[in-house]
């Protein structure tokens, strides 16, 4: 069993940065592939990052790319994900979810942080 806890969402201007940070429990860590994704009011959740257990792998939507950084700490049991130059649209609820395959979907998921990013 793992849970995940998400933190460091908050107000921010346009142009501006943030770091979340997902807390996770459970010895089997290092092994899950870990995501980020986004839900913005109104509309569906959607993938935004995703790192692989050995660090050898990270991917990000193409609306992010080159501004949001994922990474890990495995020592911490603790995923991020930087947020540089903010716009209004990546306004969302941020949600961390782990998974062991991601063939299979999800296995758990984090409640959220807000994320508002105004213009």
């Known amino acids: 069993q793992v849970q995940l806890v998400e933190s460091g969402g908050g107000l921010v201007q346009a142009g501006g940065s943030l770091r979340l940070s997902c807390a996770a429990s459970?010895?089997?860590?290092?092994?899950?592939?870990m995501n980020w994704f986004r839900q913005a009011p109104g509309k569906e959740r959607e993938f935004v990052a995703r790192?692989?257990?050995?660090?050898?792998?990270?991917y990000y939507a193409d609306s992010v790319k080159g501004r949001f950084t994922i990474s890990r700490d495995n020592a911490k049991i603790t995923v991020y994900l930087q947020m540089d130059r903010l716009k209004p649209e990546d306004t969302a609820v941020y949600y961390c979810?782990?998974?062991?395959?991601?063939?299979?979907?999800?296995?758990?998921w984090g409640k959220g942080t807000l994320v508002t990013v105004s213009s």
């Open positions: 979810a782990a998974t062991r395959d991601i063939s299979y979907g999800m296995d758990y």
């Open positions: 459970g010895r089997t860590f290092p092994t899950y592939v």
């Open positions: 790192i692989c257990w050995g660090d050898a792998c990270t």
